[in-house]
């Protein structure tokens, strides 16, 4: 499956296929195309505007291909999207939004050289298992064991999500947190937030580190 902003339709190559939208521009898009590429004609019906985002199999042969509406939200510089979403996005991300207001999301920009990729021969939900118990950390992390005060580690669970607060240790980088946070005075390290079923935003003095877990 191959998600696409409509604004994209025309300029995207995409696994070699390029995506044009069966409208006033067809022609024009058509005619500019690499000669290589086959074109993809994406329909929807007439009584329906196109939505943010287009859905489609890439390695289809079939042409008769139509618009498939996915809600897109949006939260600072994240997106996010779900093909079946079970609870609105901001009651999940509620817990968070009121720990973190004070937060400069919009300022947060993207490090490509810190992205990772990992494939693991097991099933996705024994990761996300791993990441809501702290009790593995000072034998699997110790320079982040070291950096933590375990007497302060606390968690919070909500319905849709749970909050992992990081308290730092003596000498170690904490947040400098203003008086309207919830946990001013305090010397924070990093806040571990776990979004149901597969989204972990990880928020240290430094920035944000996001893992998505996805099921092969």
């Not at 207001?101 to 298992?129: K, Q």
């Not at 946990?183 to 149901?196: E, P, S």
């Amino acid at each position: 499956l191959l998600l696409v902003r409509k604004d994209l339709l025309g300029q995207r190559e995409e696994h070699g296929i390029l995506l044009v939208d069966m409208g006033a521009e067809e022609g024009r898009v058509a005619s500019n195309r690499r000669r290589d590429l086959p074109i993809v004609p994406l329909r929807h019906p007439p009584d329906q505007r196109p939505p943010h985002l287009v859905l489609l199999p890439h390695n289809s042969q079939r042409t008769d291909f139509f618009w498939e509406a996915v809600p897109l939200e949006r939260w600072g510089p994240l997106l996010f999207t779900s093909l079946d979403p079970v609870f609105p996005l901001a009651e999940g991300l509620r817990p968070l939004q009121e720990r973190l207001a004070w937060l400069p999301l919009d300022a947060l920009v993207p490090d490509p050289t810190g992205a990772r990729e990992y494939l693991l021969p097991a099933t996705w939900a024994l990761y996300c298992d791993n990441y809501l118990e702290g009790f593995h950390v000072p034998f699997v992390h110790p320079d982040l064991s070291r950096a933590l005060d375990f007497d302060g580690y606390r968690t919070e669970t909500y319905r849709w999500s749970s909050l992992q607060i990081g308290v730092a240790a003596q000498g170690e980088d904490a947040f400098d947190l203003p008086a309207s946070s919830p946990d001013h005075g305090q010397r924070i390290a990093a806040y571990y937030f776990w979004l149901f079923p597969n989204t972990m935003l990880n928020f240290y003095p430094w920035g944000l580190s996001v893992n998505v877990v996805v099921p092969l």
